[in-house]
């Protein structure tokens, strides 16, 4: 079964609306998760590396205040895109590290965003 | 930084015959290498994995092979049947705690009945 559960699979939102995206690890605790965005028929870009209780490090090119994370618990993650626009629409991912080594290894399902 | 690079992009079998899929990478400290399947509309998914201290990693018709000297691994799957037909993408990291993955651009991999 899923280890990692993600909420909600597809959005459909107005333009400016700002939309969280939940990442849930069951059965295990993650202290680091990962939060990834893929175009269709393009390989996933990571975003931001999410820490339980610390700040999230982004990668380049990537805007803090645009996509604000929040790793709360050692079982949730939650990436919020803020003031949403139609260049935001995309399919996000998250994913949790399994073994706690650093090799996230499960991922979730994927949430489609599609900003009108 | 690490550079993973794949190939081919498509890849069409006859349903029995194998499929090979292959990565290099850039980056020598990396140090483990999943490979992932992803159907539409789905994450990836985690299909088998492969630590430098291995040359090779067999489970069932998957196996993966390493070449730590060229810095390049690969992916096979014998007998193929059309629910292997999917998106299939190689990674690289570190290893380390809160590492990044590297993947690859994809493999669609289609078998034809």
């Known amino acids: 079964g899923a280890v990692v559960s993600q909420h909600p699979s597809w959005v459909i939102c107005k333009s400016g609306t700002s939309v969280k995206i939940e990442c849930r690890s069951l059965?295990?605790?993650?202290?680091?998760m990962f939060w990834y965005r893929q175009f269709p028929k393009q390989s996933l870009m990571l975003m931001a590396t999410?820490?339980?209780?610390?700040?999230?490090?982004?990668e380049q090119g990537v805007e803090k205040d645009k996509f604000l994370i929040n790793h709360a618990s050692l079982t949730l993650s939650t990436l919020t895109v803020t003031s949403a626009h139609p260049e935001d629409s995309s399919f996000y991912i998250c994913?949790?590290?399994?073994?706690?080594?650093?090799?996230?290894?499960?991922f979730g399902d994927g949430t489609r965003l599609s900003i009108l | 930084g690490e550079n993973v690079e794949q190939h081919p992009s498509t890849l069409s079998v006859q349903e029995g015959d194998s499929a090979v899929i292959k990565c290099t990478y850039s980056?020598?400290?990396?140090?483990?290498f999943p490979w992932y399947k992803q159907e539409l509309g789905k994450g990836p998914q985690l299909i088998i994995d492969?630590?430098?201290?291995?040359g090779e990693k067999k489970d069932q018709r998957i196996a993966v092979t390493l070449n730590k000297t060229a810095k390049h691994f690969s992916l096979h799957i014998t007998e193929t049947q059309p629910e292997d037909s999917a998106v299939y993408f190689c990674?690289?990291?570190?290893?380390?705690?809160?590492?990044?993955?590297?993947f690859g651009t994809g493999t669609s991999l289609t078998v034809i009945p």
């Open positions: 994913s949790a590290d399994l073994q706690g080594d650093g090799q996230p290894q499960h």
């Open positions: 059965d295990f605790q993650a202290t680091t």
């Open positions: 999410s820490n339980e209780g610390s700040k999230a490090t982004y």
């Open positions: 980056d020598s400290a990396s140090n483990y």
């Open positions: 492969i630590r430098s201290n291995v």
């Open positions: 990674a690289a990291s570190r290893g380390d705690s809160g590492n990044q993955f590297y």
